[in-house]
């Protein structure tokens, strides 16, 4: 017995009536490498950047699947719209409707209530197949970190319904009225695929979730789909040839294609090409008997469906509670989904897909999704409350201020200089990142108690490091780098005596990805050796400044800490307190310490002051989380609480004496 056929019989078992007699045990190992890639670089992003192409498999697949079953109805005369989409609704709605659930109930759980009424969105989002649009309008440096996001991950699905929505209609259409299929395709393919490379340079959010800039990698299916029922006899020959150039197309893509990349662009071309081609070499080429066909494959194909939707929400809910996921608990959440899927493959999406499944299931399917859209809504609004049914955790972020005192503010898009008391003939230059946007509203209020005091410009960006030399790849951070520049011939304006230089040191040298560019040689900023040439890059400029006779301050960052975070662990699984608790403490890295000494050195070393946070709310290596009142100190586990800096962090005070 070949592989193919042994799992074909294998695949039967498993899923009762679940395949029509076309099935091809092939198509579910592709399913596996998309389904596999996307977990491993979910779960361990760094072992495998690239894994997130998978998708693009996916799409590829669905293009051809859906496309291929469209053409035959047409052929066969039997194309029914109600078949269509009850097809889809016992396909998509069972596995869905489990997951969604299990989110709700588990944020409930574990979510304070303005996370909770976000998820609410976000469920009905994922409801009405909207997911892809509600995130392509939340990204930007202000939203809320992608991992915290439990339906993150269901964009894709909606793309995939939008698509399955439209398509056969269109598709039908065109049929009746004899548009030629190939012509067709190829128009769509070739809009999508343009309108694609300019969202890449214009908005890459909507290149990444736009269905307009997507669906040429489906319409890349719906081509092979065509030739299959039209022109068979152009795949008749070399399937060996073009199974094996899709698997290498595809490892290239994995392999090589970067989160920092450009995406989709012309880099998605690797999947989707892979994937067209792995498809059209047939069940018969060796790759698909022998790798693709064998029953491993086959049955992680089988689960790819449930094991994408849940696989997320694991790893999210476990980022939102820990804060971190090492590796032990990574793998328990990735065994957790395993678990997740199989069950309910085969006790909940198995008997809706049999053949037999009559009206009666398909109609309680939609009763069932619209149930969870009304829970959704009533979330969003407050209706259904959290279990942590509290306010006071804080949701104003560091440039919250700056917001309210800007018309029009956009960080992403403006110069990113900012004025404070702007009628002042003198003013402070404050040159950093986020680390001191947290402390503008007080800044602002101690210019604004004494007319005597100089104003304050701040130069300032998320994520910004005010080292010259010093960048990070991300596209997020491409507008820090002139800003930094120019901060720094501002500061030879005669009209700012006082130069504050502040940023999130600990997390620049100790956790983040940041390199220093030595000659065109690249050092990570978190080694030895990138510390040093950074450090030293930073008291030159400190010194430079010094002899053009500024007053220089370097502000030392907050103690920083996963513990410190209001949100962290300890309050969402406390069950005994309905507020934060007084007087909280918690423990910081030795290494913080080190490093501010190190900092302490460097600029009293080039002739500038200090001014270290830590003192105000450590004692040595114990540091306070909350008040004793008990408001948060902190928003998060590395930025003050906006509430809190208004009043109590006197110590940025001395910075406009």
């Given at each position: 017995m070949t592989p193919s056929i042994a799992s074909k019989k294998y695949a039967v078992r498993a899923g009762g009536e679940l395949h029509s007699d076309k099935y091809r045990a092939y198509i579910d190992g592709i399913r596996a490498i998309a389904v596999s890639s996307v977990m491993v670089s979910h779960a361990f992003p760094k072992a495998l950047p690239g894994g997130f192409v998978g998708v693009d498999i996916f799409f590829v697949i669905s293009?051809?699947?859906?496309?291929?079953?469209?053409?035959?109805?047409?052929q066969r005369n039997s194309f029914s719209i109600w078949h269509f989409y009850n097809r889809r609704v016992r396909r998509i709605f069972p596995a869905l409707i489990a997951t969604l659930l299990f989110i709700v109930m588990f944020g409930w759980f574990c979510l304070?209530?303005?996370e909770f009424i976000a998820l609410g969105r976000h469920i009905s989002g994922a409801t009405l197949f909207s997911e892809n649009f509600l995130l392509w309008n939340e990204t930007g440096y202000f939203d809320v970190a992608s991992t915290l996001k439990p339906t993150l991950h269901l964009w894709s699905l909606a793309i995939e319904e939008q698509f399955y929505i439209l398509w056969p209609m269109l598709l039908y259409v065109a049929y009746k009225r004899r548009i030629n299929f190939a012509l067709l395709f190829v128009v769509l393919a070739g809009v999508s695929f343009a309108i694609n490379l300019y969202e890449i340079h214009a908005d890459p959010a909507a290149a990444y979730y736009s269905p307009f800039g997507r669906s040429w990698e489906l319409m890349a299916g719906a081509c092979l789909a065509y030739i299959q029922t039209s022109h068979p006899s152009l795949l008749a020959r070399h399937g060996n040839f073009r199974s094996w150039a899709g698997l290498a197309l595809i490892v290239l893509g994995i392999a090589f294609i970067r989160p920092e990349n450009p995406f989709p662009g012309?880099?998605?071309?690797?999947?989707?090409?892979?994937?067209?081609?792995l498809i059209s070499g047939g069940e018969e080429a060796w790759a698909s008997r022998h790798i693709l066909s064998t029953a491993p494959m086959v049955w992680c194909g089988l689960i790819s469906y449930p094991l994408y939707l849940w696989h997320w929400p694991f790893l999210s809910f476990g980022l939102i509670i820990f804060g971190a996921l090492f590796i032990k608990k990574t793998l328990v959440c990735l065994f957790a989904a395993i678990v997740a899927a199989?069950?309910?493959?085969?006790?909940?999406?198995?008997?809706?897909?049999?053949?037999k499944s009559g009206r009666k299931k398909t109609v309680g399917l939609i009763a069932g999704m619209t149930s969870i859209l009304a829970c959704g809504v009533l979330i969003s609004t407050h209706a259904v409350a959290a279990r942590l049914n509290r306010f006071d955790l804080p949701t104003r972020n560091e440039f919250d201020f700056l917001k309210e005192r800007t018309?029009?503010?956009?960080?992403a898009n403006s110069r990113r200089i900012y004025h404070?008391?702007?009628e002042r003939p003198e003013s402070v230059l404050f040159i950093g990142d986020s680390h001191i946007a947290q402390y503008t509203a007080r800044l602002d209020k101690v210019i604004g108690s004494d007319p005597r005091l100089?104003?304050?410009?701040?130069?300032?960006?998320?994520?910004?490091?005010?080292?010259?030399?010093?960048?990070e790849g991300t596209p997020m951070f491409a507008k820090c780098w002139p800003l930094r520049d120019e901060a720094y011939k501002m500061s030879e304006q005669s009209k700012f005596k006082t130069v504050v230089i502040g940023g999130a040191w600990n997390i620049y040298f100790l956790l983040a990805d940041y390199v220093y560019n030595d000659?065109?040689?690249?050092?990570?900023?978190?080694?030895a050796q990138g510390r040093a040439a950074a450090m030293l890059r930073l008291q030159q400029r400190i010194q430079k400044l010094v002899r053009s006779g500024k007053r220089v301050i370097l502000l030392l960052d907050n103690p920083n800490s996963d513990s410190f975070n209001p949100a962290g662990q300890a309050n969402r699984l406390d069950f005994t307190s309905k507020n934060f608790r007084s007087n909280s403490t918690a423990k910081i890295d030795a290494r913080e310490i080190k490093l501010n000494q190190e900092l302490y050195d460097l600029a009293r070393g080039a002739g500038a002051r200090v001014i270290d946070p830590e003192g105000a709310v450590c004692v040595g290596m114990i540091c306070r989380t909350t008040t004793a009142n008990g408001q948060p100190l902190y928003r998060d586990y590395n930025h003050f609480n906006p509430d809190w800096v208004i009043d109590h962090a006197n110590f940025i005070d001395s910075t406009l004496e």
């Open positions: 293009g051809y699947l859906i496309s291929l079953i469209l053409m035959r109805d047409f304070f209530s303005p012309f880099w998605a071309l690797l999947p989707t090409f892979g994937s067209a081609l199989t069950l309910t493959f085969l006790f909940i999406e198995r008997p809706f897909r049999v053949q018309p029009g503010f956009d960080e404070l008391g702007p100089p104003g304050a410009t701040l130069a300032i960006g998320g994520g910004c490091i005010p080292i010259e030399g010093v960048t000659g065109g040689r690249q050092i990570e900023l978190a080694s």
